[in-house]
């Protein structure tokens, strides 16, 4: 599978593009502001009707435009599929082969996306949001049924966290502990068998990146010990003062070890950033043995952050991988980049193939 053909329209500061992509790698280079992060953010939306740099969609659209739309043409052996999504001001829609979506996770199965970007240190330095949400990637993927028992959580949570809301009542916030616990412990057991999987992966691709060891260890979001039963009893006066729900598989973390200690505020940015592409390398290893699903790799700006060897290293390890590449650099070279390309050059949101 590949993503073989891109049309943008009204997308920050792209009116207007359509690129025809090579389906291995792929080049993009332009000078600062010239529009390269926003063709690689356009291909992520394409894939999950969001963002990888901002949580406000509205963004997205051009300014003085009404919408953005980017639409794609995935070919998968000698099958083509269209994909398109739109985004307005006050809604997104999307289309898999002209009909509507159901939900906008079909998205993500038809195209998978993963990025690397100068962001990516965040997930190892900030909360444990993008942690969950990383690991959550991968279940997903992997477990058809897993999206349904998320949403069975989050529903019967939001319903216990408006009973805690409204009445504060024991029984009422009761009723949805059944469905909470039941739901919980699937997603708990599920994320269990994800980090059962990611962890020889992702230690080979540290030890790859970094010549580091790198250990994973999942926090079930109420404590080491005990049922996830009895830790919402034991949460209840507190649940209470908040209005919300204290524990369970929300608060749950993933704790990344490199070399036996936290990584988390301790090692450098660079580092960091390696420490997440060894997460994010090791996950698409994953899920290219289990379900030979081809994946898209965005690379925006490889070179922020890391000095010569450490991009040396990246690179060649993304090299190594059978995976459709969209890069971008400010120049038409990237240290232990080589091979032939499909090169585009980006100019005040202008793109144009390199012949
Ligand atoms: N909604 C928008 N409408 C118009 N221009 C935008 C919008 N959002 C961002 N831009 C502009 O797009 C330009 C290119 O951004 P970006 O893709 O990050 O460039 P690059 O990655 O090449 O440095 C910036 O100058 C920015 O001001
Ligand atoms: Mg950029």
Redesign the pocket.
Known sequence: MALENLKIQGF??LTNAELELDPARNLIS?P???????LLEAVFFLSRARSFRTAYLE?????GAGECVVVGRIRDVSRETSLGVRCSRSKTEARIGGEPVKSLADLAQALPVQVIDPGIHKLLEEGPARRRRFLDWGVFHMEPGFLEIWRRYQKALRQRNAALRQSGDRKTAKAWEIELVEAGNLIQEARERQIKALQPAVASCAEELLGASLELELRTGWGKDGSFQDALEKSWTRDRQYQATQVGPHRADLTIRFFGKGAKNRVSRGQQKMLASALLLGQLDVLKNALSTDQILLVDDPAAELDQAYLQRLMAAIQKRDLQLLI?ALGPEVTGLSGDFARFH?EQ?KVSKVV
């Open positions: 920050r500061c332009g600062n502001a010239s529009g390269k992060t926003s963004q997205l659209v051009q300014d971008t980006v949101g």
